[in-house]
């Protein structure tokens, strides 16, 4: 395994479907200092919260007697799929206009999945290192901790 090494002035991007943390270090790669440039948080209640409750019905034929239910939509899942594209294109945006050259990506497998298709090979060439895990729910020191065991 390669040792992770976040540099002064790297970014690190900590998100899921519904918090994403933009940080930047202000430390260097033995003392890291994380420091807030930009955070996203949207409300994303359960679809039980959000739409029909019960399922569409579909006709199969034109006898009007058969009937097949159609698969319900997940909003919630989709409001996180929707919240990673914008935070994607916040992300590429604030990439190119900082020059950010180093770019450490934290996000759980299917925010990651989402981020990989939307963000530019340019922004893609600038990332480091991936982590696959939801850490939005941590302080930011707590983050730093992290980085720093895995690091070890």
Request: aromatic residues 6%.
């Amino acid at each position: 395994m390669t040792r992770l090494s976040i540099a002064h002035n790297a970014y690190v991007f900590v998100g899921d479907g519904r918090k994403a943390l933009f940080l930047r270090n202000d430390g260097d790669r033995a003392f890291l200092n994380l420091k807030a440039e930009k955070i996203f948080v949207e409300e994303n209640p359960p679809s039980r919260e959000r739409g029909p409750d019960r399922p569409g019905r579909e006709k199969m034929s034109a006898d009007e007697s058969i009937r097949s239910s159609m698969e319900p939509t997940d909003w919630h899942e989709l409001a996180k799929h929707e919240f990673a594209l914008r935070v994607a294109h916040a992300l590429d945006r604030l990439v190119r206009e900082r020059q950010v050259k180093d770019l450490i990506v934290i996000a759980p497998p299917r925010t990651l999945a989402d981020l990989r298709r939307t963000l530019s090979d340019d922004i893609k060439s600038r990332i480091r290192a991936e982590i696959e895990k939801d850490l939005t729910k941590m302080p930011i020191w707590e983050i730093e901790e992290h980085l720093r065991a895995e690091s070890d």
